[in-house]
């Protein structure tokens, strides 16, 4: 007959039915199921009998599938003392006056605050009802239960018990979920700080380790489908006793029963817990798929499983996002094409050198292939395409395996390394041999710029900056050559830069003006036109010769915007002096090859002329021979399209080119001009008379006017004169005036033929 206790913690009979209780076989107490433990129960009370009462009441129960064992202790202070050693009591059972009227109650207090042990569940108990109140206790404490020892009947006493315990097992296991997803978190940003499938890799096995309590071991392994052998499985990383599968190829009897598990978490595309292994699957992106197997050392229960996989979704993603990573990586610092480091990575590689102990022995070459953009455009980009991967092959699989080998772009190739093997011989050797592209022989060769790291001073951009101006001037010297960059190239270039940012800036603040200086009729003295000239005054005061800055005006392009300009300048010159009464006055305005060949020239030619007003017919543009020597096809077709402008043409510097006379018979043009050196040669050798004489006969021959500039004294004019030059302009006759003194100086020429 069941008992309930008594105030005094006696026992009395109270009817109670099988179905209340789990007992276990009392004959067999092995039978309390060994392989789950025991839930502890802490009795705190100063009367024996409720102990002893109470073990008899609960010992033989089980709850939750698990039996009770009880801990006893008969002061608050023993009682706090043994919580203090023990963390894993799941029920305390507190009387409320013990040494003192409220002992229970600061016990409460001190295993919340002190202890910090908030799981564990307490039911106070008291002989003396209605000592301590209720809800304040229950409410200030968290008390789990507060009831009087009259009212705990033996099946109150279970059901109350096992109320706590359900609640502990409850808090308990909100904690481990939170405990373990706090793992998985930590463990994701941890994983995703790492760079490499195979450093990910070993994070993970490393995290599996901590989340389930026991050291890293096992193997991730990965098998890509779509491939040449989709069969075969590749350890990515192996931790502990496995760690001899790292890098191996798995898979049948390899992997022994690893592999096995993990073949068959690949297969099923799900993870599994069977024979003491833990076997994960991690869905991949573009045929990649994962799968981790690790060896337990113990069992794992529900809450772990559902936590794992939380995990392996995080880790599914930690995996993809490497694999993003390091797809773009290979696309930021490698050539898509060659599959060579790109700009941005020799960068890098070259700044690791420059930072070595042995900068002094390394080399950048870059290596240019000649005449690439017309094979590109007569073959087509694929060939081009093929052609520029055999040489990237070639370059990588021929040259020291010590050397970096990248494409910078398009057919520009770069070898960085030590000098004893950067050398241009060996390098341009590999040229000789021709590349066999799509069943053709194809031979190419390259040239080279190179730069010695250990006289470099800049970074490893300005590396390449000078490597590419070394390249720029072996190109320009001989194609299939080579040269190496020098400091007195990087003070020139530099000062070439800063002139071209001085004279951008000089354009837009009006630093630029022209000059013109007088042209005449070698029998008359009677001026009949001027040259326009383009000077340049720095803000200081200072004249700028032309060329110099007029040749970096070309270089950068700038020439395009201050062409337009002189040519508008000049027209509008020319109506002033039209309107000053110089009706039959020529202006001459010099054309550079940059600006004549813009496909918007005749655009800018004729808005100068509508524009300003300026007659065609008294304008002339000079172009130099050696420009008429290039393409002449499409010379003569831009220069017929000038002429209908209405303008003239003039040939300056005639005599210092190779003009054939077919060719200057095509071209249409109206005037030559003797050019200033052999002007100059004409007294003092046969040679520049000569010259002189020739260009002027065949002027006659072809029905051209003939001009000769930089005529200095009186005797060049008179032999200019005698043979047959009709035309000349130079300091004999003026130097170059500013519009106000060549208004000036022609007035004073018409009063001087007037008298």
């Known amino acids: ?115 910090g042990q908030h799981e564990v569940r307490i039911i106070l108990r008291t002989g003396q009802p209605g000592y301590a109140p209720e809800m304040d206790a229950i409410r200030g404490y968290d008390i789990n239960d507060y009831r009087t020892k009259s009212e705990l009947t033996r099946t109150k006493l279970y059901t109350t018990v096992a109320a706590a315990i359900r609640s502990y097992q409850q808090i308990r296991a909100l904690d481990e979920n939170r405990l373990g997803l706090e793992r998985i978190v930590a463990a994701g940003a941890e994983l995703m700080a790492l760079h490499g499938v195979r450093d990910v890799a070993l994070g993970i096995l490393n995290q599996l380790g901590q989340l389930l309590g026991q050291p890293a071991e096992g193997v991730l392994c990965v098998r890509e489908t779509g491939h040449a052998h989709p069969d075969i499985l590749r350890a990515v990383a192996a931790a502990g006793a496995c760690r001899h599968l790292d890098g191996r190829e798995l898979g049948g009897q390899r992997g022994g029963e690893l592999g096995i598990a993990i073949e068959r978490a690949l297969l099923t595309r799900r993870g599994a817990v069977d024979d003491g292994l833990l076997t994960l ?55 898509p094409l060659t599959g060579l480091p790109n700009r941005t990575r020799l960068v890098e590689l070259v700044d690791a050198a420059l930072a070595a102990p042995q900068r002094a022995q390394a080399i950048l070459a870059l290596v240019d292939l000649d005449h690439f953009a017309e094979t590109n455009d007569a073959l087509g980009h694929h060939f081009g395409d093929l052609l520029l991967v055999a040489v990237g092959r070639r370059l990588k699989s021929r040259l020291d395996p010590s050397l970096q080998v990248a494409r910078i772009g398009g057919d520009i190739f770069c070898v960085l390394g030590d000098a004893g093997v950067v050398q241009p011989a060996p390098i341009q050797a590999l040229f000789r041999e021709p590349f066999q592209i799509d069943g053709q022989d194809v031979q190419v060769s390259a040239t080279l710029g190179l730069v010695r790291l250990g006289e470099h001073d800049g970074s490893g951009a300005d590396a390449l900056k000078d490597a590419d101006i070394a390249l720029k001037r072996a190109k320009s010297q001989q194609r299939a050559g080579h040269f190496y960059f020098s400091r007195s190239m990087g003070v020139e270039i530099r000062e070439r830069v800063r002139m071209m940012h001085a004279l951008r800036g000089g354009f837009q603040r009006g630093e630029l003006f022209l000059a013109y200086q007088p042209q005449v009729d070698l029998l008359s003295n009677r001026p009949f036109g001027a040259e326009a000239l383009l000077r340049w005054r720095t803000e200081d005061g200072r004249l700028v010769p032309p060329d110099r800055f007029i040749p970096i005006a070309e270089y950068s392009g700038l020439i395009v915007e201050i062409g337009e300009w002189v040519l508008r300048q000049a027209c509008a010159e020319l109506m002033r002096l039209r309107q000053a009464g110089h009706r039959e006055f020529t202006m001459s305005v010099n054309v550079s090859q940059v600006q004549f060949r813009h496909p918007h020239f005749l655009d800018m030619l004729r808005r100068a002329l ?8 008294y304008i002339e543009l000079e172009i130099t021979e ?130």
């Open 281 to 335: 699957y991690f869905p991949g992106k573009a045929g990649r798929d994962f799968a981790a197997c690790v060896p337990l050392d113990r069992p794992i229960n529900d809450t772990e499983q559902r936590l794992l996989q939380v995990f392996a979704g995080m880790v599914a993603v930690a995996l993809d996002n490497v694999e993003l990573v390091t797809h773009l990586n290979q696309a930021a610092f490698h050539d």
């Open 626 to 755: 050696s420009m008429a020597m290039e393409e002449p096809a499409l010379l003569v077709e831009k220069l017929a399209q000038v002429k209908r402008t209405g303008v003239s043409i003039a040939i300056d510097d005639f005599g210092t080119g190779f003009s054939s006379l077919s060719h200057l018979q095509r071209l249409q043009v109206d005037r030559l001009k003797i050019d200033r050196a052999f002007v100059t040669e004409i007294t003092g050798s046969a040679r520049g008379s000569s010259i002189a004489e020739m260009v002027v006969q065949l002027g006659r021959n072809l029905g051209l006017s003939v001009i000769a500039e930089g005529v200095e004294d009186e005797r060049q004019a008179q032999i200019l004169r005698q043979l047959g030059c009709p035309l000349a302009q130079g300091y004999l006759f003026a130097r170059p005036l500013t519009p106000e003194d060549l208004v000036e100086w022609l007035g004073k020429q018409a009063l001087h033929r007037a008298a």
């Open 1 to 115: 007959m069941p008992a309930s206790m008594t105030p005094s913690g006696a026992l009395k009979d109270v009817p109670m039915s099988h179905d209340d209780l789990v007992f276990a076989d009392e004959g067999d107490d092995s039978s309390a199921s060994p392989a789950r433990a025991a839930w502890r129960i802490l009795v705190v009370d100063d009367d024996a009998d409720v102990h002893s009462t109470t073990t008899f009441a609960l010992g033989s129960v089980e709850m939750q599938g698990r039996p009770l064992s009880f801990l006893h202790a008969y002061s608050a202070a023993e009682a706090f003392e043994l919580l203090r050693r023990d963390t894993g009591i799941a029920v305390v059972l507190l009387d409320v006056v013990m040494e003192s009227a409220d002992a229970g109650l600061n016990l409460v207090r001190r295993i919340r605050e002190e202890l």
């Open 610 to 617: 509508e524009d300003t007003g300026a007659p065609p017919e």
